[in-house]
């Protein structure tokens, strides 16, 4: 079945520097790519999406990008602000059509 | 609001014990999932319902089932529960399986 590794585990970066976060998959089947961010105690709400015939998506400060032969897709957020500090999982829909999680980073955005 | 409606929000009970989470989904969503996620850990998959037939399957434990009824709504079923059972139950939903999930507020277990 589908894994999804997620990398790193915790970040740390300063108020308005940029923040990336880096998931890989092992389905190569796999077209549909959502990012969700969780507040403490909170459920996770979805933030962007991107599906498997496009590269790049942006919204505003969240962009993400997609390698299909790599497998593997990324988080852009810029001009991070303190309101941004959250837990993010990247998510991979695959064989079966069940959608699987990354195991989350912790994003910190010091000010 | 997601619009995904989830009872108890919270619940105490003892090992040993069965419990059952509801779920009520999105106002025209066919497609229910269960997540469990523990302290400190990700977001476990558990099983998908699709207009109440099972579609998907995760790392679900026997002592736990789960269904969904004509009206959609879900209940997940939790027996013989353990100390290790602790953790935040979310139910999410959807219009179909492909399309994207909304996730309730959660439902919070601690098991004594």
């Known amino acids: 079945g589908e894994n999804v590794e997620q990398h790193p585990s915790t970040l740390s970066v300063q108020e308005g520097d940029s923040a990336v976060i880096k998931c890989t998959y092992s389905?190569?089947?796999?077209?549909?790519f959502p990012w969700y961010k969780q507040e403490l105690g909170k459920r996770p709400q979805l933030i962007i999406d991107?599906?498997?015939?496009?590269g790049e998506k942006k919204d505003q400060r969240i962009a993400v990008t997609l390698n299909k032969t790599a497998k593997h897709f990324s988080l852009h957020i810029t001009e991070t602000q303190p309101e941004d500090s959250a837990v993010y999982f990247c998510?991979?829909?695959?064989?079966?059509?069940?959608?699987?999680f990354g195991a989350g980073t912790i994003l910190r955005v010091k000010s | 609001d997601s619009g995904v409606t989830q009872t108890p929000k919270h619940l105490i009970t003892a090992t040993g014990q069965r419990v059952t989470l509801r779920c009520s989904p999105r106002?025209?969503?066919?497609?229910v999932y269960w997540y469990q996620q523990s302290l400190d850990q990700g977001l476990q998959f558990l099983i998908q319902?699709?207009?109440?037939?099972?579609?998907a399957k995760g790392n679900i434990l026997e002592r736990f089932s789960a269904q969904q009824f004509p009206d959609l709504h879900s209940e997940l079923n939790l027996s013989s529960l353990e100390l290790g059972d602790s953790a935040l139950y979310f139910c999410?939903?959807?219009?179909?399986?492909?399309?994207?999930?909304?996730f309730g507020e959660g439902s919070w277990l601690t098991v004594v």
């Open positions: 999410a939903s959807s219009v179909g399986s492909g399309n994207t999930i909304y």
């Open positions: 991107i599906r498997s015939n496009v």
């Open positions: 106002s025209g969503d066919l497609s």
């Open positions: 389905d190569s089947a796999s077209n549909y």
């Open positions: 998510a991979a829909r695959g064989y079966g059509n069940k959608l699987v």
């Open positions: 319902y699709y207009n109440g037939e099972e579609r």
